[in-house]
Structure formats: structure tokens, C-alpha cells
């Protein structure tokens, strides 16, 4: 790929204003329940919050900026607005409560923020709690005279993009949290740039006719490259939903033709009933990331609807997808190749590669990579310039990737190597699961065993006893080699899960 870029670059007035300066404003942009705005539109829009947050709240290049919302237009044309003015955006899960968000507001140092007023009451008691967040304006009000918007009315829909060098930070990153505390990456506007221009391209390859729709939050790197950035880096156009589960994505799809979607593979399987109304839909590519995809969800979801899911592995610290595949070259249970521009290569604990067959850790590197804000995690992530992502996986015959475990999930019982997600996806295959977690638990006699949660599908709710334990035990010794079964079964309500809808582990090894 062409990854040479400029010592000045601003990716906002490549990704939105390149748009109307070469002639495409009238083209659509942003889709929303009763909203459609051109590129143009979203460009007045952005500018006017550049030039409030320049002329009203007294930002300078380099301050940073709690954006703080569901995914809406207001988010997205604040997205712009900051980093237009040479701000750093950060953004934050809607779900987050005060508590939460005060860390964050600590940690990156946020002095402004740009809020849904849905969420007023939690971005208020954060302004309490931190400080050095001295300046908070509230989107989505109405008639309310200090509002945002109120403030872009009196604001010149002109704005010059201010000059920063392509390696000036644009926006922080923080991960989900799956270990329970957050840890902040930095992005600079060049790899805002190269995520374009490596999986988009080369393995996405949509157009300027997509409509793209997905359900992470746009706070989620995974959901601001998938509906914001990729579709804008191609002139495409994005679909944004607030609440976006199985059923609100399904009349998405409907509702806008859109094209491309972007979800998990827990949302494929819940909308995977409803086949035939999907094959009547526009939707032609669909997207998975953020966790494993099994063989079985991937075959479920073809026969259902007809389309190859392509998975792809990104991270928070690699800013976006950095193993993933093209349909056609779909490999059921493999997550793909390096995507052209990265390397990608599995080492033991010494750093060498080991060969294929052989699980291990997964080292990539590319035109994007790891740089938190904390120097010491830093030094674990990043080693001889290969960044560490803590996932153990193999590397078959044929180069494809093939995820085992996160490192730490690695479950060592009687000197065997179990992978939690593969006894997961053996319970999976039963019908009575809806969805469970395995880990390893202390055992005196074999270091650890196989233990595994799960909650019932709705049909077998009552049956949670003895008898299903067992079956279910028996069930996975048909499908693994029996060492992996679970010895310990407790059925449970619900699973805990980040907002971004991550497994946390640590809360099950905490609960046993
Ligand atoms: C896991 C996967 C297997 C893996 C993300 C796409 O998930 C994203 O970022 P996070 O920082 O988590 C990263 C970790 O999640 N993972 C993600 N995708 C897959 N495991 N197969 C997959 N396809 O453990 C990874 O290290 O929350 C995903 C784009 C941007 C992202 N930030």
C-alpha cells in the first residue's frame, strides 16, 4: 500500500472536505432516523463546532476532548470538529457512569467535552469529579439557549482546518477494559490515514454506492473506522443508530439499504433466524471483529443469508483490523492473513518465531501501532518493535492465522494446553446453550481445571441441574479431546461483559 504521507496532514480535511472541494458535497454522508446529511452538510456542521470550540470554549491545538454519546450525527460531526481544530478526541462509551469517566477525564487530561444531553447527568457529576474539565457544552437539546447547537447557530460555517503534522496525536483510545482498568493509546492523524488505506482497500473493497451500518459505539475504534472513517475514506455513506441490537440493525437494514455491516459474532447469531428477510435486504458485506467468530456462527450465517462473514482482528492499540481475509478467501475457524501493509508472525516467550502448527503469541506490525500513554505497559505491548497483542494464537501451513486463546486464557490442567474458546465453541454446537464462558480454576490435583458458565437458551431455562451438566459434559467429549471437558459446570443468569460487550474473565475467576 501507499503509505508515504505529507509532514502536514489533518485527516479530517482528507476524510470530510477533500469530499466537497472535489466536486462530491451533494453525494450522502450520514443517515440517521429522520436526518440525511450530504457531505457538505456534515463539513458546515463540523465547521461550526471547530469554530465554537475555537471561539467559544477556548480550545487550543493539543487540548483534548471528551466526546460523550451514542452513536448520532452530532457525534460524528463533533468527531470532526475537534480534530479540525487540532484537537484530540476522546471518546468515550455511552454506557459509562460518572466514576467512569472521571478516570478518563484524569488520565487523558480532558479539559473540554462535547456530550449528548441524554447523558447530562453522568457528564456533569465526571466535571465534578475532575478538575482540569473546565469546559462542557451539551448537543441534542432543544430551545435551550447555551446548547451546542444554539452556539454553531451564531458560528461561521467556514473553518480553517488548523495545519497539524501527520504525527500529531488526533485522537486517544481506550480499551475496554477486559483486565478492569482502561488503558489509553494514542493515534496520530497519519494512522487515522493508513487504517484506510490497508484493510478498507484491500480487503473490505466497497465503494461510493455503500451504505455502511454496525453496532459498535463510535467510541469503540472498531465502530469509528467501520462507520465513520472507512466509509467516509471511499465517499461512502454511514448509517448511525443509538441503539443498535439484532432487532434494531435487522430494520436498519431495511429501513436504509444499507450494504455493509459491521457487528460481533454474537449479533450474527442472534439475526441469523431471520435469513429471509435479511436475503431481501440490500446487504452484501458483512464485518466481524472484536472477539473470535467460531466455524459454526460462520456456517450459520451463510446458509442463512448467503453471505461469507469476512473476521478480521484489530485492537484498540493497533487503531483497527490487522489479521482478516476477503470472502473468497474465507477459511471456517482461521481469522486470515496479515492484511497487505502489516506483518503478522507467532513467537514463544524468547521472541522467536516458532513454526507453524505451534501456538504462541502473536507479534504484528505496520503502518499503525501501540503507543500508550503509560511507559511502562508500553514496554510490555511493544518488543523489538513487534507489537505484543496477548493473544495466543497458530499459524497453519498455508499462512493463515488461527486465534486460540487471549494469552492469559490459556488453561494449563494436567499438563495439557486448553483454550478456552475452543471447549466454548464445543458447548456452543448444543442446543441448549445461548451462551457461556470457560476458564481454568485452581485444582490441587491438576493445577487447574476446566471450568465452564453458561446460561440456558430460553427453551431449557428450568433445566439447569445435575442431569443437564452432565449431558452437556459428554456433548463436548464427543466433539474435543475429552481432557478439555469441563469437570466444573455452573449455570448462570448472564455473562459479565464490557461495553463493548467483552467477556471479563477476571469477574468469573473473582466469582469462583
Ligand atoms: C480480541 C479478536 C479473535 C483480541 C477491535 C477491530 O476488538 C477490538 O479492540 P479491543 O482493544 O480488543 C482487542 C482484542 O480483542 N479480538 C478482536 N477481534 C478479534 N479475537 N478474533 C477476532 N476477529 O483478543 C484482540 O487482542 O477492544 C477490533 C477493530 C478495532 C478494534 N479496536
Redesign the pocket.
Known sequence: PELQFPEHLNCAAELLDRHVREGRGDRPCVRAPGLSWSYAQLLEQANRIANVLVNEMGLVPGNRVLLFGPNNPMMVASWFGVVKAGGIAVAAMPLLRAKELSTIADIARISHALCDNALRAEAEAAMQKSPALTQMRFFNVPDDPRSLEALMQQASPDFTNVDTAATDTCLL?F??G?TGIPKATMHFHRDVMAVCACWPRHVLQANADDVFIGSPPIA???GL??QVLFPMSIGASMVLLEKAGPQQLGEGLEQYGATVMFTAPTSYRAMAPYGDRIRATRLRKCV??????NASTRALWKSSTGIEII???????????FISHREDEARPGA?GKAVPGYEARVIDEDGNEVAAGTVGRLAVRGPTGCRYLDDERQKKYVQGGWNL???AYLMDADGYFI?QA?TDDMIISAGYNIAAPEVEDALMAHEAVAECAVIGVPDAERGQIVKAFIVLAPAFKERGDDAMAKALQEFVKQTVAPYKYPRAVQFVAQLPRTA?G?LQRFKLHEAS
Not at 288 to 293: P, V
Not at 311 to 321: C, P, Q, R, V
Open positions: 483510545g480499551t475496554s477486559t469503540f475504534t472498531f473506522g467501520g466481524s471483529a472484536g472477539e473470535a467468530l473476521d478480521g482482528i484489530g485492537s484498540t492499540e493497533m487503531l483497527h483490523i481469522t497483542t496477548g493473544d486465534y487471549r463493548t467483552k
